[in-house]
């Protein structure tokens, strides 16, 4: 079974579409703020709930052998005008998932990021290996996410 965060947005439902065309299980956790149902495949289990909150993370995530991590809140300007959003949607968020796998024994990972990470690379395209200067709060949130995925898969041997 996959669990998809975000499976209700763009490319949360077609990642879903293309594992079931491939005969996989797939649940979606979607608060449904962005995403819309008329983008699920009807084969997918639902569950309407809030990476923001441990205990949907929880009912989510049981029966699971893997995560993949595409919810979060990837408005760049609302970073700047409500940054306590984008830290909770993308850094909470992504903690209280590794925090559910890791108390559920799962111990597989795909998250995406973004290039802003990079900030204002001069190098386009920009290869993963430049730096990390994010000059935005949205930026700043993957690189953490980015983090602290990289010492979870450390720490309790994810695999990421």
């Excluded at 449904?32 to 993370?57: Q, T």
């Excluded at 409500?82 to 890791?102: R, S």
């Excluded at 990021?113 to 990079?118: D, E, H, I």
Aim: charged content about 25%.
């Amino acid at each position: 079974m996959i669990l998809i965060t975000g499976g209700a947005g763009f490319i949360g439902s077609h990642l879903a579409d293309d594992f079931i065309e491939r005969d996989c299980e797939v649940r979606i956790l979607d608060n449904f703020s962005s995403g819309s149902e008329e983008f699920l495949n009807p084969s997918a289990e639902i569950i309407k709930g809030d990476i923001r909150r441990l205990e949907d993370v929880l009912h989510a995530i049981r029966g699971v052998d893997e995560v993949w991590h595409v919810a979060a809140n990837p408005d760049v300007r609302l970073s700047a005008q409500k940054p306590d959003e984008i830290y909770e949607n993308n850094v909470l968020g992504t903690w209280n998932v590794l925090k559910a796998m890791v108390k559920n024994s799962v111990d597989r990972i795909i998250f995406t990021s973004t290039s802003t990470v990079y900030g204002e690379a001069e190098v386009i395209p920009t290869p993963e290996s430049y730096p990390a200067m994010p000059i935005s709060i949205y930026g700043a949130s993957k690189v953490a996410g980015e983090a602290m995925i990289s010492s979870f898969s450390h720490t309790y041997e994810m695999k990421s």
